[in-house]
């Protein structure tokens, strides 16, 4: 598997799940990446900055053009911080100081730390949407609900992948009225 494969992969993956969750400008997306496993080995164990760079380029080139921020989530070693441009965040938001290493945040995380235009580490995101590549745990990531979406591929490189979008929650009861443009189309009927 060569480099500019996982971004391919990476990018028709992000494409279809932007698609699917109808994500527009200013949304947040949720990235989990494990380099070690895009490349064949064990999540933790041969973080591969130029997989990741792979995946983070495939990513942005979705994502980017959409007005669509980028949240990259680190490795257990920094509980799962996340890094993300600091215009995305919400007032009051509370930003904590790490800079991810390959080694402790991971390849993934990294990468986005050094391209990105004004890059904060905060302890949790509430995203729209999310891939999990390697198995990296995104769902604390996510906003409730979370609606698993499945895409015609299922790995980039050698990762699983699994893909989220996220819908408000339904209250009410049977007598409730819903909006499908809010849900996705998941009215409970």
Not at 72 to 94: D, S
Not at 106 to 135: L, R, W
Not at 180 to 186: F, I, M, T, V
Request: hydrophobic residues 40%.
């Amino acid at each position: 598997m060569t480099y500019e494969e996982i971004k391919g992969q990476a990018k028709q993956a992000v494409t279809e799940l932007v698609e699917t969750a109808k994500l527009k400008k200013g949304d947040i997306f949720v990235v989990g990446c494990s380099s070690s496993e895009v490349m064949g080995m064990r999540i933790g164990k041969a973080s591969d900055i130029d997989a990741a760079k792979a995946v983070y380029e495939g990513v942005m080139s979705v994502l980017e053009p959409k007005g669509i921020y980028l949240a990259a989530q680190c490795c257990e070693h920094l509980n799962r911080a996340v890094i993300i441009e600091k215009e995305a965040l919400l007032a009051g938001t509370e930003i904590v100081n790490v800079v991810p290493q390959p080694k402790a945040g991971g390849s993934f995380a990294t990468t986005m730390y050094h391209n990105a235009k004004c890059p904060v580490a905060v302890e949790e995101i509430k995203g729209d949407a999310g891939i999990d590549i390697g198995g990296t745990l995104i769902g604390m990531q996510l906003k409730k609900v979370a609606v698993p979406v499945r895409l015609s591929i299922k790995k980039i490189g050698e990762a699983n992948i699994l893909c989220a979008r996220t819908r408000p929650k339904f209250i009410g009861g049977e007598r409730a009225i819903y909006d499908e443009a809010l849900s996705g189309g998941d009215i409970p009927r």
